[in-house]
T-cell receptor, first 113, second 111 residues
Framework: SQKIEQNSEALNIQEGKTATLTCNYT??????LQWYRQDPGRGPVFLLL?????KEKRKERLKVTFDTTLKQSLFHITASQPADSATYLC????????????FGSGTQLTVLP | GAGVSQSPSNKVTEKGKDVELRCDPI?????LYWYRQSLGQGLEFLIY????????KSGLPSDRFSAERTGGSVSTLTIQRTQQEDSAVYLC?????????FGQGTRLTVV
């Protein structure tokens, strides 16, 4: 069956360090993978998209990598700040007939001052 | 409006009653999604509308759940004979191409 797994439910890091979040998937042929941020009581907000033929994408302090052989994406936040504390979700859209956007369960990141 | 609007923001209902949740997507967005999020959990896919195509209903948990999208715009998610396990935040999102824009959600509590 299709599955999207994010590395851990919670991740605590010290301010200034790099946070690395993992998204693994099975039985998908993704057209692209997205990362979203969700704050308590709010809907997710789009951060980055990476396509199946791309290895890496950057946006300010954010970096996403995509390895379709390993079936894994890594999401990095460099020089982390307490304001980066949130839940981060990865999402896949399959390239097949099932076109819905499917989300992982998320990783709750806490950046400690 | 500028974003996806959902109403009501909160709904408390008695077990066994029917509820309707509304989503106003961003104008011009052809894709619309409904998800359910239980406390501390990820997003559970419910249904997906894309243009005039038949909706993908594969995520609806039971036949008590249904959704429609009128005129390719506003969508209504209906839950009949609500149960306590239906308590969750129901999120709607719309998209024109890749990025999905979410509403604030409707928090449904079944008592």
């Amino acid at each position: 069956s299709q599955k999207i797994e994010q590395n851990s439910e919670a991740l605590n890091i010290q301010e200034g360090k790099t946070a690395t979040l993992t998204c693994n998937y099975t039985n998908y042929s993704p057209a692209y993978l997205q990362w979203y941020r969700q704050d308590p009581g709010r809907g997710p907000v789009f951060l980055l998209l990476i396509r199946e033929n791309e290895k890496e994408k950057r946006k300010e302090r954010l970096k996403v990598t995509f390895d379709t052989t390993l079936k894994q994406s890594l999401f990095h936040i460099t020089a982390s700040q307490p304001a980066d504390s949130a839940t981060y979700l990865c999402a896949l859209r399959s390239s097949g007939s099932a076109r819905q956007l499917t989300f992982g369960s998320g990783t709750q990141l806490t950046v400690l001052p | 409006g500028a974003g996806v609007s959902q109403s009501p923001s909160n709904k408390v209902t008695e077990k066994g009653k029917d509820v309707e949740l509304r989503c106003d997507p961003i104008s011009g967005h052809t894709a619309l999604y409904w998800y359910r999020q239980s406390l501390g959990q990820g997003l559970e896919f419910l249904i997906y509308f894309q243009g005039n195509s038949a909706p993908d209903k594969s995520g609806l948990p039971s036949d008590r759940f249904s959704a429609e999208r009128t005129g390719g715009s506003v969508s209504t998610l209906t839950i009949q004979r609500t149960q306590q396990e239906d308590s969750a935040v129901y999120l709607c999102a719309s998209s024109s191409r890749t990025e999905a824009f979410f509403g604030q959600g409707t928090r449904l509590t079944v008592v």
